[in-house]
């Protein structure tokens, strides 16, 4: 089976975070389209029940909090625009925080492989500490125009010289390399994290796009220029204890 790898975000600074707890799975609703969803070009809407969820609200030291791991049963590649409710210890709702997502699968921006790709989740107003669990709907869910990877795409920041350097440092452009032997079209986001307080999960602070939709070739690479509102970004966030850069397949 086809996996995109759960890689997280690694810190600036040594030390450990409190240990990572279970996974939880979370039930898909109905796949009916909403008028507020994005329109979605492919050319077949799929059944919304080859998809299946898994929460993990805390992952280790070396692995992004608060992510969702999106399996897809289907062999071809899909879209999906997906819809969140947080939930409390006691599985009821929390009417006041609202869930959005880094790589976009609540806007049919995400391109979900064959297997297991995952999204971040943000949790803003009263009570987003408390969240436990989320609920999820499939909105819509149809095939994507282009396959997903098999495997990750890699994203490298360089400094003025093309030289390879830290994700931490103040970068000025990034090399997008796909070891598939099939082209693919993805997106980077260069994301930072809050430093939580014992025991609450890490959130995300802000995710800025780095250039727009890529085409990358099979076994090949290409380099973006960091500018605009990613450089702001970078200039602001170097230096800092916690951020990643990475690639998602989307369209």
């Known amino acids: ?59 280790d030291y070396n692995h ?17 625009v997906l819809a969140f409710t947080a939930l409390d210890r006691q599985n009821r709702p929390l009417p006041d925080v609202r869930i959005r997502t880094v790589y976009g699968s609540d806007s049919g921006r995400l391109v979900a492989t064959y297997g297991s790709s995952f999204d971040i989740l943000r949790f803003t107003g009263t009570g987003r500490h408390q969240v436990h669990d989320v609920r999820v709907t499939v909105r819509h869910l149809a095939t994507a125009r282009e396959r997903a990877n098999i495997h990750p795409v890699t994203v490298q920041p360089l400094d003025d010289a093309g030289n390879a350097v830290s994700k931490f440092s103040r970068f000025v452009a990034v090399r997008v390399k796909n070891p598939d032997p099939f082209a693919v079209s993805v997106r980077v986001a260069y994301i930072v994290y809050d430093q939580p307080a014992k025991g609450e999960t890490q959130q995300v602070v802000s995710a800025t796009a780095v250039g727009g939709l890529v085409h990358v070739p099979a076994q090949g690479a290409v380099v973006l ?5 990613a450089e702001r970004a970078v200039a602001r966030y170097s230096d800092g204890p916690a951020v990643s850069v990475k690639a998602y397949n989307s369209q």
Do not use: W
């Open 64 to 80: 992004i909090d608060q992510m969702l791991e999106i399996n897809n049963s289907d062999t071809r590649s899909v879209v999906p």
């Open 1 to 59: 089976m086809a996996m995109m790898l759960l890689a997280g975000c690694d810190t600036a600074h040594g030390g450990t975070r409190d240990g990572s707890g279970p996974p939880r799975q979370s039930a898909t609703a109905s796949a009916t389209e909403s008028s507020a969803g994005p329109a979605v070009a492919s050319s077949a809407e799929v059944a919304a029940n080859v998809l299946t969820f898994t929460y993990r609200p805390k992952n």
């Open 225 to 229: 220029k960091v500018t605009g509102e």
